[in-house]
């Protein structure tokens, strides 16, 4: 019988079984990984030569003539994608005002056409996540009750629970949401610019990101309940209450000792 499993089990076996699970792992993850489309699938030659020109005489002075970055100065931009262009460029954060502890948002400097053909041609330097769908990042078809729960667990200790903003280290901050756009919402969570983490499709998915833009959506129609205290819950509101009742009982205690004398 031993004679019979040595010849059954090659030395090699478990090797080759190794190497097998490996590749039959990395081609389900291959399969099962999102594309990382580019804008510049769909974009034409034209826009990528206009998004170059732009880039030129805009962005090369940090980011290099061909976008590998400078270091100390500006990270490369090849493979980003265009998610990335279209996010810094439409806040404004790019070209940055001021050096600082981060960029920070303001009015965009170029159109959405320029926007697009620099996004095509930032993409057309190596896959990256491309800029979403308008069906993507409609909250109409989103779940705002479980984009609640999936924004509280990996959102909100930064952002806020209602996604109002909120202090980090080092002078650097997380921008309030109450007012950026479905389309920068989704391509934050794609790309992760600055101290944020970077929520790719196999982290939270595009059913789900769509589902805290619904939430973020929920909240910029304001509080149902009326004032919202800085919506932090019940700190804010436990001082208010301690406030106003403090402030009735000593006008209580005035008024009586005044009666009293």
């Known amino acids: 019988m031993h004679a019979i499993a040595r010849r059954r089990h090659h030395k090699a076996a ?149 996604g109002g903003g909120g202090a980090l280290t080092q002078g650097k901050y997380a921008p309030s949401l109450l007012e950026t756009t479905p389309t920068h919402i989704y391509e934050a969570m794609l790309t992760g610019p600055q101290s944020m983490p970077v929520f790719n499709d196999a982290n939270i998915t595009p059913e789900h990101k769509r589902d805290v833009i619904a939430y973020i959506a929920a909240q910029q129609d304001g509080s149902p309940g009326g004032l919202s205290l800085g919506a932090i819950g019940p700190v804010s509101e436990g001082f208010w209450a301690w406030l106003v009742l403090l402030g009735l009982i000593i006008g209580a205690t005035v008024w009586v000792g005044a009666r009293s004398s």
């Open 14 to 162: 478990p090797l080759l079984l190794v190497l097998t699970l490996l590749a039959l792992i990395t081609g389900v993850a291959a399969v099962a990984a999102p594309s990382a489309a580019t804008a510049s699938e769909t974009a034409s030659a034209e826009d990528v030569a206009a998004g170059e020109a732009l880039f030129t005489a805009n962005c090369a002075s940090c980011h290099g003539l061909d976008a590998e970055g400078q270091d100390g100065v500006a990270p490369s931009l090849v493979g980003v994608g265009a998610a990335a262009v279209d996010f810094q460029v439409g806040t404004g954060r790019m070209p940055m005002q001021a050096s600082g502890p981060q960029a920070i948002a303001k009015k965009a400097q170029f159109t959405q056409d320029e926007i697009d053909q620099l996004a095509a041609w930032v993409a057309s330097l190596g896959a990256g996540p491309a800029v979403p769908t308008p069906e993507q990042v409609d909250p109409e078809l989103g779940d705002a009750a479980n984009g609640m729960e999936i924004f509280r667990t990996n959102c909100a200790m930064c952002h806020g629970s209602i």
